[in-house]
């Protein structure tokens, strides 16, 4: 797996939706469990999704349960992750991750691949 490129960041009000997409690089996409995670200024990166390799399996935060959607295209070799009611607290930097096998964790440490990530910022 080569490269991950994140976007559709921006600044929403809160209560509003954004889609995140993460196009990746490389010809086995399908092989690999990919994650969303995210990092506020002054916090850890911490887990926000994940998807299995062929997308049949998905697992989330608690704080984004019912709200985020994870979601892949293999043919397209994309990730997305669908925002709903965001929250001011929902403000970071968005990363998207690749795990070189077919099952997520939510370990940030085991994921092998990562992208630049992009930005989210909820006002209230």
């Known amino acids: 797996q080569g490269q991950l490129v994140e976007s559709g960041g921006g600044l929403v009000q809160a209560g509003g939706s954004l889609r995140l997409s993460c196009a990746a690089s490389?010809?086995?996409?399908?092989?690999?469990?990919m994650g969303w995670f995210r990092q506020a200024p002054g916090k850890e990166r911490e887990f926000v999704a994940a998807?299995?390799?062929?997308?049949?399996?998905?697992y989330y935060a608690d704080s984004v349960k019912g709200r985020f959607t994870i979601s892949r295209h293999n043919a397209q070799n994309t990730v997305y992750l669908q925002m709903n009611s965001l929250k001011p607290e929902d403000t970071a930097l968005y990363y998207c991750a690749a795990r070189g096998t077919t099952w997520y964790v939510t370990a940030p440490e085991e994921y092998h691949y990562w992208g630049q990530g992009t930005q989210v910022t909820v006002s209230s």
């Open positions: 998807i299995s390799a062929s997308g049949g399996s998905t």
């Open positions: 490389g010809r086995t996409f399908s092989r690999y469990a």
